[in-house]
């Protein structure tokens, strides 16, 4: 009979309403379940809190390992802490107010999430961060609820089977401290907001970087962490490789083989292992992730668009009217929502960024710069685009980094000053709060390098070492890249 209440409890619960003071909690509870998440770390036991107030008939936690409900009641609920998800049963039709006071909160660590629907109680909150935004940011979220007491239902933000995020009902909620949201995952994936912001699945610091080096005397596929470290070779290939693109999900590398002048896409597990040729045209390249890991983007022969599954089939060209005297067309990242493409327009003698949308294959100007504009890769949520803008420096063209809004507006320039970015792939860290780049400075003995740098462009950190020659072309598990 619990577990029929217990699930009815799902479509019927009302929020959890607290403020806090220090480490104090102040609670209201309204007459009915509450889905409760504690900002302190509590001295009480589960039976002390239910003992604070007559109107709490019972606690109760979701154990995933058992598949049920643990409950002071029955007596198999004994602890409570932050980082959890509980629920109050209360029996008043009077609200209860609640004042629970305990220790500070210092790191919760990964709170862990199953495949399919959680509760996911937020403790505290690093950042600003709309559902929508988190879900941009990690492909895996199916979807995310808050229930409305005002409209007695919920709002609901889901993915939809192109793996576009959607609004169901106009309203995109912020995540708070105090809150509970239900987070339908398609996996296994921790949730982690002890750091500068919130992260379910790979933190930024963990995640994997693909790249390219030419320290074995060609180049070569490696990966490293967003520290730097566990710099490893992965690539097999007698062949010049280049433009690794990581998957999403983080599972698989796309990339370019270069052999007698011919240039075709593979892919390959993260590890190096199962390499796979996808296309044979002989002159694919750019490869880009859709945001659902299904899709790539990639660029024949610097003249069209095309997309394909990611096993190669299905391969299939997007018809676009080009215009004026654009006489190619390349550099593709598909944009985190899944409904548009950024491109770089190739003219004779200068380029700009452009984004193709996919509803009617229409292609938009975005950038209207002098020179060389190339290289856009759009934010995990979706608000901003980052590429290089030549500037002329004697005889020779050389990148800046910039970053604008998605709409082409706000053009600011991140590079250092000095810098020389010849590299035209850029890319952001999973949860936007990084950039990725290659650069060559007179400091790296005018060795190409990774570095990695805050989205506003400060924080600057090289990755890689000139002890290793050229390192270029970084890019995250990131979505659309």
């Known amino acids: 009979m619990k577990k029929k209440v217990i699930f009815w409890v799902v479509l019927v619960f009302s929020l959890l309403f607290f403020s806090t003071a220090g480490a104090d909690q102040s609670m209201v509870l309204k007459n009915g379940f509450n889905f409760v998440g504690f900002t302190a770390q509590l001295s009480l036991t589960a039976a002390q809190f239910k003992a604070l107030n007559s109107a709490i008939e019972d606690v ?146 963990e995640a994997v970087i693909a790249f390219v080096s030419n320290r074995n005397g060609r180049n070569e596929i490696f990966t490293m962490t967003a520290s730097g470290a566990s710099q490893k070779k992965i690539s097999n290939h007698q062949e010049t490789v280049h433009s690794p693109a990581v998957s999403p999900d983080g599972t698989k590398v796309a990339y370019v083989v270069e052999a007698e002048g011919k240039y075709d896409i593979y892919s390959m597990n993260i590890d190096g292992t199962a390499a796979k040729r996808l296309t044979t045209d002989g002159y694919s390249s750019w490869p880009a992730w859709s945001p659902d890991g299904t899709k790539l983007a990639y660029s024949k022969s610097l003249a069209e668009i095309w997309t394909m599954t990611s096993d190669g089939s299905s391969q299939a060209k997007i018809t676009l009217t080009l215009p004026g005297s654009m006489d190619r067309i390349g550099h593709p990242c598909w944009s985190p929502d899944g409904s548009m493409i950024a491109v770089t327009g190739f003219f004779s003698a200068s380029s700009n960024i452009y984004y193709i949308k996919l509803a009617d294959s229409t292609l938009h100007q975005l950038t209207y710069n002098v020179g060389m504009n190339m290289g856009p890769a759009w934010s995990p949520d979706g608000s901003k685009i980052v590429f290089g803008s030549s500037i002329t420096v004697g005889l020779d063209s050389i990148y800046k980094i910039y970053v604008m809004n998605s709409d082409g507006l706000n053009q600011k320039e991140l590079s250092a000053s000095g810098a020389e970015s010849f590299s035209v792939k850029y890319c952001w860290s999973p949860d936007g709060t990084k950039i990725a780049f290659s650069e060559k400075r007179a400091a790296d003995n005018n060795y190409s390098q990774i570095y990695i740098m805050s989205s506003d462009g400060s924080a600057q950190t090289r990755l890689t070492d000139p002890s290793t020659l050229d390192n270029s072309a970084p890019s995250f598990a990131a979505p659309g890249r």
């Open 60 to 205: 109760y936690l979701y154990s995933p390992a058992a598949g049920s409900f643990l409950s002071v009641q029955d007596g198999t609920l004994a602890s409570l802490s932050a980082g959890k998800g509980y629920i109050v049963k209360i029996s008043s039709a009077q609200d209860v107010s609640l004042n629970v006071t305990g220790a500070e909160l210092s790191l919760i660590g990964n709170i862990s999430l199953k495949a399919g629907f959680n509760l996911a109680g937020f403790s505290k909150m690093p950042e600003t961060v709309k559902f929508s935004e988190l879900m941009a940011r990690q492909p895996k979220i199916k979807g995310m609820y808050k229930w409305s007491l005002a409209a007695g239902t919920f709002i609901q933000v889901v993915r939809n089977a192109a793996g576009a995020v959607e609004q169901l009902d106009g309203s995109d909620p912020v995540i708070k401290a105090g809150e509970s949201y239900f987070i339908n995952l398609t996996e296994d994936l921790p949730l982690n907001y002890d750091g500068a912001s919130v992260v379910i699945g790979t933190s930024p610091a």
